[in-house]
Each structure stands twice: as C-alpha cells, then as structure tokens.
C-alpha cells in the first residue's frame, strides 16, 4: 500500500521565469469597463446587465491580466488531452464507476460540456488542482477577453490564450450542438433548458442570461429552469408546455439522487433528454478520488498509460491519498503537507489546508469521505488599489472540450481558496508570454509598476 512520506521541494531553488517576473513585478491595469458593458450586454435584452453586476458582483473582474508562458501553456494542454485518454482505458473506467452512483454507467454519447481543469502555477511549471464538469464562467471569460487593452511594453510579445476572442463563443456554443449530434445524430434540436438549483439565485446567474441569449440567436427555444418546474410525462421532459430535448446541466447533484430532481433523472435515465454534462463525465473526470489514481505512476502503467502520459502526469498532478484510519497517524503529523478535501465536494466546500487544521475539523475529516492532496501553492500576483501594489494569489481554469482546452481564465483572490469577495480580485484574462522573446522584464522603475493603457490586445 502507497503511503505518504515527506518529500523536498525541488523546485525551491529554480530561477523566476518571465510570466513569473511579469506577474509580481507589474501591476497592469488592462481592462476597459465601458468595452467590458458592451461585452457583457451583446444582445439587446441584456441592457442593464453590467450595470446590476457592478451592485451584486463588485469582485467578480479583476482589473488586470495573470501571465502564463507558452511551456506552462502547452503543459496545460497536454495535461488535459493526457487525463482524458487515460478515462478511456478499462481499468480506470472499473475503479472510477465502481465509486460513483449506478446511474453514472450510462453512456449516451455525450463528452460533457465545459469541463473545467484547475491549476496552480509553482515554480517546476503547473500543478493540477481539480477537475470539474460544470465549470463556470465561461461565457463571463469570454466578454472578460474581448474588453482588455494592451497596458505594457512586456505585452508586445503576448497573446491573449486560447482562440482569438470573437471566435470563442462560438467555440462555447458548437459544443451543445456537438453533443446533441453524439446522442440524436440528425435530429433537430429545438429547445435546451439551463437548469440548476434556484438558477437566477446563483451567484454566477448572469451568464446563465448570456447563455440563454446566444442559444436562442441560433434558432433554439432557450430557457432557465430551477428542476423543481421540470415534468416527467408522456415519455418526454417538460418545462411547462414545452418539451425540452437538451438540458445544460449546472446542478451540483451530479448523480440527480435529490428528489426534487427525480424528473430530470428519469428522462436521463429512460434517454429521453441529452444532458450535458452528465452523470458518467462526473464519475470518470471530476470526482476527486480520481486525483489519488491519476498521480500514482504505478497505477496508471498497470492500466496501459503510454510512458509520455505517465511522466507528464507524475510532474503536473500531485500526490494524493485517500484518508483511512491506518494513514491518519501519518497524515496528521505531516498535515501542513496537503489540502484536505471531500471527495464529492465542490467549490472548494469542506476543503481545509493542513496548517489550518484544529483537531475538531480533523475528526470530521475522519469520519468522512476525504483525500488529502500534497499541497501545491498558488501563484502570485501584483496588483494596484488606490495606488498601492498589493499582492493576490491566482489559479488558472483550463476550460475545454473533447480533450482540447479552449480557454485559459485566473482567477486572483487572497485567502485559502477562491472566493470572489476580494478587492481588486476575481476573474482575470490569461495573457501568454513567449519566453524567448527577452529573458527578464524591463526593471520596473519602483517596487512595483502601475502600467498605463496605450493601445488594445
């Protein structure tokens, strides 16, 4: 049996690379406000939008951009594709399904839509965090993309990461009609519902709206729906008199055993209704039990993981373990080594850093379903409120489809984990940088550098 043990930090002494040294050495004011309205109000129903967003939703953008290099990029990348391959193979299929609910053996077809892969930027290059299947903001990112402007000479040599923005809802949308095609082939497609718990009560509820409005563009009855107001009858899913054929799934119930959501079960279950994304995603991708499997080398070669696949995964996914009564001993005493999280959690709920732990929290932790994941920290970025830098952590969300990232966005924030209630921080555009291009920054010419805007991305 894999036990943890304390290991050194071989990265501890590794040179700043450039999108490091551009992230703690400028703080870069990029974002347009009055371009980032236009963005987020595109269609004529959605005016006033930005304006109630700036009242319930003061951190939700940042004003300023998180660097990447083009290595950390492409590592992002092949981390994706790497782990979506390794879901395809049978013995990680048996112990992954085997942990999740019966309903997740269900494969219609469908890959599930915006999966969402979490990363930390430490110095040896990027370190997978989590896996989520219906990560959000993604359309949020997209208007975030559209409404920057060049701040700083460093930028000459930068390229805002993923597709070119006017392409990237398209991207987002392709995907519903994609998975539609895997399940009903030629069929028309003639009414989606986006459906979570209380959805306009959700704290990313306007991009729900954004959603619906580029849906209903391509010709779609588009609707939002809390599953409470979903029927099972005559064979078909029903919102009111309208039948639904394609539910955009946000519920964090990801196997639907609340009863409040038996309707939309049983049309799952009867294929009824194409769901995205659905139950089996969940099972095979984000549960974090899988993070336990996807870092152990050894595992992973006993199940017919290519060599290049187990290299690149033993650098980018850290060591986790599941916590059991013969590994709490160690755990505990090595505890400011890891992240404790649940391994049905979500959001980073119930997730405690080991330096944080009271022996109250970890007798909860025991008694539950949890792993413990060697800590990797987050980046840092510097920012500016008022005139004085400011130091914020970020992560970097890999949104994609089909095993291909389609857009990168950080998040920045201060504090254990993200939380959308920080000054100045929030969701923030990934800029790459070619790290050819010049070794180190310009020297800012104070500790830090507000940079002014002199032209647009």
């Given at each position: 049996m894999h036990s943890p043990t304390t290991v050194p930090n071989p990265s501890a002494m590794l040179p700043m690379t450039l999108a490091q040294a551009l992230n703690e050495g400028y703080a870069c004011q990029s974002l347009d406000p009055a371009r980032l309205r236009d963005q987020l109000e595109l269609d004529p129903g959605l005016r006033g939008l930005s304006d109630a967003m700036a009242q319930t939703h003061p951190h939700l953008f940042s004003a300023t951009q998180v660097f990447l290099s083009e290595t950390a990029q492409q590592t992002i990348a092949a981390t994706v594709t790497a782990i979506e391959r390794v879901a395809l193979l049978s013995g990680y299929q048996q112990q992954a399904l085997a942990a999740a609910d019966p309903?997740?053996?269900?494969?219609?077809?469908?890959?599930?839509?915006?999966?969402g892969y979490d990363f930390h930027m430490a110095p040896d290059g990027p370190k997978l965090i989590e896996v989520n299947t219906n990560a959000g903001g993604a359309f949020l990112n997209v208007a975030l993309a559209r409404a920057q402007r060049r701040c700083c000479e460093p930028m000459d040599d930068?390229?805002?990461?993923?597709?070119?923005?006017?392409?990237?809802?398209?991207?987002?949308?392709?995907?519903?009609?994609?998975e539609w095609?895997?399940?009903?082939?030629?069929?028309?497609?003639?009414?989606?519902?986006?459906?979570?718990?209380?959805?306009?009560?959700?704290?990313?509820?306007?991009e729900f709206e954004m959603c619906r409005s580029l849906l209903a563009q391509r010709g779609v009855t588009a609707l939002i729906a809390d599953p409470r107001e979903l029927s099972w009858r005559d064979g078909r899913l029903w919102h009111g008199h309208t039948a639904i054929?394609?539910?955009?799934?946000?519920?964090?119930?990801?196997?639907l055993t609340d009863v409040a959501h038996n309707a939309l079960r049983e049309a799952f279950i009867q294929d009824?209704?194409?769901?995205?994304?659905?139950?089996?995603?969940?099972?095979?991708?984000?549960?974090?039990?899988?993070?336990?499997?996807?870092?152990?080398t050894e595992r992973l070669r006993e199940w017919g993981v290519c060599a290049q696949d187990r290299s690149l995964l033993s650098s980018v996914v850290p060591r986790a373990w599941r916590v059991t009564p013969d590994r709490a001993q160690t755990l505990w005493a090595t505890r400011r080594q890891y992240f404790f999280k649940p391994v049905a959690g979500f959001g980073s709920k119930a997730s405690y850093r080991g330096d944080k732990l009271t022996k109250r929290v970890w007798n909860d932790i025991l008694a539950g379903d949890f792993i413990a994941q060697r800590l990797a920290a987050p980046g840092e970025r510097r920012i500016a409120?008022?005139?004085?830098?400011?130091?914020?952590?970020?992560?970097?969300?890999?949104?994609?489809?089909a095993g291909q990232v389609q857009l990168l966005a950080a998040r920045t924030y201060s504090g254990q984990t993200t939380?959308?209630?920080?000054?100045?921080?929030g969701f923030a555009p990934v800029v790459v940088v070619r790290e050819s291009s010049r070794s180190t920054p310009a020297e800012p010419p104070r500790e830090w550098r507000e940079c002014d805007a002199v032209g647009s991305i």
């Open positions: 309903i997740a053996r269900l494969a219609w077809g469908p890959l599930g839509m915006f999966m930068a390229t805002l990461a993923g597709a070119a923005p006017m392409d990237l809802n398209q991207r987002l949308i392709d995907m519903f009609w994609a095609r895997l399940q009903r082939g030629p069929q028309a497609l003639q009414a989606i519902a986006i459906v979570d718990d209380n959805p306009m009560g959700q704290y990313l509820a306007p054929d394609m539910v955009y799934n946000r519920l964090t119930d990801f196997y009824a209704v194409v769901v995205s994304p659905h139950p089996r995603a969940h099972a095979l991708l984000a549960n974090k039990g899988n993070l336990v499997a996807l870092g152990d409120i008022d005139g004085e830098p400011r130091q914020l952590k970020f992560d970097v969300r890999a949104y994609s489809y939380n959308f209630r920080t000054p100045g921080g």
